[in-house]
């Protein structure tokens, strides 16, 4: 396992030499996706660096068997494909609030990545689809592993 991260840690490494297009300042908007009843949440990147920025996002679920509140903060590393589209991959963490209707209830961390794809309209839109596993919890995610796709709309600016 520790090999397999130090292999995934070299490529991501040596692939940021690659030449990147210039990313949005600020984007704010929604990622809509599935995992665990997060189906929305508000999403907003910040550019740290030309090549670095990170994302925050807020969650919540209000269903018949649960209620959560869930915040997410990732560092991503952006690259170039072609003109408007880049990829991105980066680490995170969050926390998970909960309480089910059979009087279940706890607070939680996890840890979290994320790779995706985005493309940059030359009006203030970003579109991205992505992927992001999670690991970490208690009774709410029944085998401490959860993972969601999901597609975000966001204004940039």
Avoid: C
Avoid at 38 to 63: A, C, D, P, T, V
Avoid at 139 to 154: C, E, R, V, W
Wanted: proline share 3%; net charge negative.
């Amino acid at each position: 396992m520790k090999n397999y991260f130090f292999i995934l840690g070299m490529t991501i490494g040596f692939i940021g030499f690659a030449p990147a297009q210039e990313i949005a300042t600020n984007a704010i908007g929604l990622r809509l996706g599935s995992g665990d009843g997060f189906g929305s949440e508000i999403s907003y990147q910040r550019k740290l660096e030309k090549l670095n920025r990170i994302e925050g996002n807020l969650g919540w679920s209000n269903s018949t068997d649960f209620d959560a509140i869930k915040l997410t903060g990732i560092y991503q590393w952006v690259w170039n494909i072609d003109e408007g589209f880049n990829w991105y991959a980066g680490p995170g963490a969050g926390i998970v609030t909960w309480n089910s209707t059979n009087n279940n209830s706890g607070t939680f961390l996890f840890i979290s990545g994320n790779v995706g794809i985005e493309y940059g309209f030359s009006i203030p839109l970003l579109i991205s689809l992505d992927f992001r596993p999670e690991i970490g919890g208690n009774d709410y995610y029944n085998d401490h592993f959860n993972s969601n796709l999901a597609l975000a709309l966001k204004y940039k600016f």
